[in-house]
Each structure stands twice: as C-alpha cells, then as structure tokens.
C-alpha cells in the first residue's frame, strides 16, 4: 500500500511538472492553476505515504538518506503551496514541481522495504535534528528559487523583454517576499536543527563537536544565512543582493547535503 501511495505521489508530481512547463510555454493562467491543484494533490497523497510509512517502521521519515530525499520534496511543495496561498506566484512552480519530482524520484530508487537502524540513530534527537535541519534547507531551496526568477525577472525588465511574459510572471515584489521569509524561517529552524544535532553528537560521541566535514561546512553555510538574515533586518537589504547571496548560500548548503558524502569521510554518512 505504501509503495503504491508513493507511486501516486510520483505520477502527480511529473503532472505537474509537464502542468508548470506548459503553463508557461503557451503563457495561460489557467494551466498553472490545474498544476498548482495536480501539486496540492501530490503533497497530499505524499502526506499519507509519510504518516502511513511512520505508522508502519516505527521511524521518522529521515531514517536515511532515500527518505531524506522524500522529506525535502514533501517539504518544499508544501511550502510553495503556503506561499502561493499569499502570493499567487503559481510560476514559480515551473522550478519547484521538477524539483520535487526529482527528488522524488531519487528516494524511489530505495525507499520502500526495511529499514536497519543503527543505536545511535533512534534516539528522538537525531529525528527531530534531521527534520528541522531539512525543513529548513528545503526553506532555503525555495530562497535559492525565488532568487533565481527574481534575477530572472529583473532581467527581463531591464532589457524591456518582460511584457510579452507579464500577465504569468510574479512581481519583483512578491519573490522578494518570498526570498525574504523563506530566509528567515530557514535560518530559525536550521539553527535549532544543529542545536539539536549537537546534543545528540553530545549523547553518543560524548562531544557537542567532532571536526566533521559535514559539521564543518553545516556551519559555513549557517555563518553565510546569517550574515543575510543580519543584512536584511539590519541594514535592508533586498532585491538582486539577497538574490545573489541565497543563490551563493544554497550552493554551500547543497554541497553539505550531497557533496560531502563524495568527497570525505563523514560520520553523517545516513544523511
């Protein structure tokens, strides 16, 4: 049943990606507003899968890295779906529909079966410093989005090519908005996210920090956030700099969350 609920979700998350991408290659509304309900459908389907498969392991939904994978997608389309509601920016689902998809459909390869959970992972901790620290990146996927169709749109201004794009296209404004508050929360729940990492590395290696790699460039990425987050509330920062600066930051952070595990030796090889 759980597999088949995923599958469900996976189908529905390809249907609203060729949805987005139609959207905006015929330029009709309308067509964004059936993906943006095709992608409502698939994070509800997904929900279920989520709930279901807890119910079923015994587990968080971060129990490695395939379900890691499933989590962000959930994660980020229901966080665009929260910011639709107040913003009406249904384009912005051309960048995450794929996105979800793909990641998706890189937790298919092996999310279903069993799960072997090392001692050290059981622990309450663990899930929930996984969870917020993942919520938070998938935040911060979005930031990185919105900045790219900000820089996109700003773009298209400056050169005057955006009319022919106008009645589709979100406003400066709203993915400024957008960036803004994805920023934010990203920031609070990554922070509390590696506090609650640190006292699980406290409880089961006996030190709050090990000199990980990924611990390491978790923190660069954090201390990067939270020059943003310094520059925007005390400074004002916005537009194409914050574009900029969470577009660099996410990178940061995608390397800690993929690249890490390529190229050292990391006792976070589970995430």
């Known amino acids: ?6 599958e469900i979700a996976l189908l529905l998350y390809f249907m609203s990606t060729i949805g987005h991408i139609a959207s905006l290659v015929i330029r009709r509304v309308l067509v964004a507003k059936v993906s943006t309900w095709v992608l409502f459908s698939a994070f509800l389907v997904h929900s279920i899968y989520i709930i279901s498969r807890w119910a079923e392991t015994g587990y968080g939904p971060v129990a490695n890295s395939y379900e890691s994978l499933s989590f962000v997608a959930w994660s ?4 665009y779906l929260a ?23 890189g937790a298919s390869v092996a999310l279903v079966g069993d799960i072997a959970m090392p001692e050290s992972l059981k622990g309450s901790w663990v899930a929930i410093h996984i969870m917020l620290s993942l919520t938070g990146e998938a935040l911060f996927a979005l930031a990185f989005l919105a900045g790219l ?23 400066l404004r709203d993915l400024d908005r957008i960036n803004y508050i994805s ?4 920031f609070f729940l990554l922070t509390f996210g590696l506090i609650a990492g640190s006292i699980w590395a406290r409880t089961v290696w006996g ?10 460039s978790a923190l660069v990425a954090w201390i990067i956030y939270a020059l943003l987050v310094h520059q925007r509330i005390a ?25 890490v595990n390529i190229f050292f030796v990391t006792v976070h090889k589970f995430m």
């Open 207 to 216: 030190s709050h920090w090990q000199w990980d790699p990924k611990q390491i």
């Open 183 to 186: 920023i934010m929360w990203g």
């Open 1 to 6: 049943m759980n597999t088949l609920l995923f």
């Open 76 to 79: 980020i389309s229901g966080i």
């Open 235 to 259: 400074i004002g920062w916005k537009g194409r700099k914050a574009a900029f600066l969470s577009i660099a930051a996410f990178i940061i952070i995608l390397f800690t969350f993929v690249g």
């Open 149 to 171: 169709m900000y820089l996109l749109q700003d773009n298209l201004i400056r050169k005057k090519k955006v009319y022919s794009f106008s009645r589709i296209l979100p406003s």
């Open 83 to 105: 910011f639709q509601i107040m913003t009406k920016t249904r384009v912005l689902g051309v960048f995450v529909s794929p996105l979800a998809f793909i990641l998706a459909v």
